[in-house]
């Protein structure tokens, strides 16, 4: 059983790097590092093409990263050949966006949702198929739809389906890139409420990527905010929306929508897109876009500075606020 007190996960100063043409390389992911515990949402926030689906799918090695350690239970997975590494993904599973684009439309849900029994060789065909119908009832569907094929089904009821077939073999970790952007707003809470409850059912540690800092607020532990590869700002729930550090994570989180006019904040606009990751800003990464930006922002990467009591403490990189 793993230890609540150690990291299930481990990511240290992660690289991915695609070339592109004439020499240049896109920095998607430029150098993170994160702890992720045992029984633990970390939820990675971000405008789109901030890096952070790459991210996810550079920890489980769907993309090779092109540097760093991601150690699982203190074991470098990267090093690991493809026998062990088929071996390893039985702990750590992926949901997609998509819930359509990601199943095969030519199998029917219980090859779907069994698909990954059999490839690690667990249990027997009876096994198998108990195992199926609990978890289409865990997930909230009937076990007789395990005949039906992806298309005969609703996005919020696909999505349910990779979820079940994520959970299947049981695993430590459940990496979740943008789980409900593709559903109505009513599916959305009912996927959401789901994953909460596979979490306490199955002591389930998440990595939640999301671009909607409205979901991340009622579902996460701690959260992430990416820009341009990097993590500019990183905290506990409650303490990133109580008192946001970083520009850029205020100006997201003044995008909530709310519905009470009294506790509305002024919107903070941002100028501009994200810069081109293949030529990213000298200084700091946020500075042509950052209403804060002093003259040091265009010179220097800001350094690491640490907030607050808790474990792990309040963390964020910008020269408004200097490491203590």
Known sequence: MTDPKQPLLQVRNLVKHFPVAEGKVVRAVDGVT??????ETLSIVGESGCGKSTLGRAVVRIHEPTAGEVLFEGQNILHLDLKRMRAMRRRMQFIFQDPYASLDSRRNVGRTITEPLVIHRIGSKKDRQKKLNQLLETVGLDPEASGKFPHEFSGGQRQRIGIARAVALEP???????????????????????LVHLRQEFNLSYIFISHNLAVVKHISDRVAVMYLGRFVEKAYAEDLFSLPLHPYTQALISAIPRIDSNARSKRIILAGDVPDPSDPPVGCPFHPRCPQAMPVCKKEVPPLAERGDRSPRHQVWCHLHPPE
């Open 172 to 194: 430590d970790l459940i990496i979740a890139d943008e789980p409900v952007s593709a559903l109505d707003v009513s599916i959305q809470s009912q996927i959401l409420n789901l």
């Open 34 to 39: 994160f702890n992720l515990y045992p029984g």
